[in-house]
């Protein structure tokens, strides 16, 4: 048996919820190495517009600035040494522009400028994957919400049947959670911006070099790239890394939400969802897990913890920090791979899920119908007061499990129940209250 060269590289054989997705790819070290190059290479032309540097560096340094030019093993050998692997990316950069252009290879920057700037790209591009595939999700919530809008099934309390609601009023509330990521996401993208402070976020080199303008140099190297213009430096000022923190928390949560639900729904008892492929057992041919929910409800469990580290590290020391913005690198990717990974896999799963209304049915009818004793306590309580029709229902809720007999025959024969229309009373499927109503005002945002 023959074995290839180890090649140091993270394929996700441990991480399922992101392996060999979209947002693994825009997160690789490919990825983090394109994104240095390309802040590298916008730096020099946002000089170049403002009469810093000759336009045939510009023209230069955008030329030598491609990954394939670069070896990322030896860029990551080199990196301990600095602690950044800048460092060693600038030597080679400079090497490869040649003398004539090489010294205005990161003239004036730092290499936190650099770093910083290329995480804002490696995370603008991968939350346009992530807010894809929260359309394609909220879009399937969509259609099943409004084709479910009057399905009844079990509304469920602290594990136990509460009273009826509908599968569309549920669909819609996962929906509306989506939206909320996609809102919140949407914003933090919107203002990413780019790193530019020099050596201690007073951008002297800059000045040295004929810079005249703070704002007009930031803003060109901003236009350079797509990303917003800073009004400050903001190496320890470190609010668009906790901005990114909490939205990516936040979706997690939001599609962890849908998860746990659908792991509630689909168990054997229940049967009241499935998903539309379920996965196999090493051990039990018979089995149809539900992975994706399992993958979602994972990564809503590891997202809070990595967001805490990204929130720990805003209490960065003076001018640029020792150990604070190092802690980052790893949680943040880890983030933008655990949220683009999942949010694609909930899009496959929202857009399969197979809901099954004929165990939602049998499901409404399993406590012989204690499920509307809130709606028949109302109905009594004129004729009997609100205090003696909630008794009388709780002992006969008690008769009903005692006896193993439907709520609606124990109330047959009991004063106060004259003149109602039980039949039309104890029927779940209409005591759903405000559900339709509800889903149809979700369904109204965009």
Known sequence: ????????????????????????????????LRALLDAEAALTRAQAALGLAPAEAATAVTGAAVPANFDIRSLAARTPAGGNPVIPLVADLTTTVGAEYGPYVHRGATSQDIMDTATMLVAVRTLELVLTDLGRTERALAGLAAEHRDTAMPGRTLTQHAVPTTFGLKAAGWRSLVLDARDRITRVRDCLPVQLGGAAGTLAAFQAYGARDAGALTQAYAR???LAAPALPWHTLRTPVADLAGCLAFAAGALGKLAADVLTLARTEIGEVSEGSGGGSSAMPHKANPVRSTLLAAAARRAPQLAATLYGSLAAE???PAGAWHAEWAPLRDLLRLVGGVSAQAAELAEGLRVHPAAMRRNLHATGGLIVSERLSAALAPALGRARAREL??????????????LRELLAGEPGSQGLDLDDL?????????????????????
Do not use: I, K, N, Q
């Open 224 to 226: 350079e790239l797509g």
């Open 393 to 406: 229902l709780t002992d006969l809720a008690r008769r009903a499990r005692e006896e193993d007999r439907p």
């Open 426 to 446: 104890t029927d779940p499927a209409r005591c759903t209250g405000f559900a339709g109503v509800l889903t149809d005002r979700a369904l109204e945002r965009r």
């Open 1 to 32: 048996m023959t074995f290839a060269s180890p090649a140091y590289t993270d394929s996700g054989l441990l991480a399922p919820e992101w392996g060999l997705s979209g947002a693994a790819r825009e997160t690789s070290d490919h990825a983090y």
């Open 318 to 320: 003076d001018e640029r």
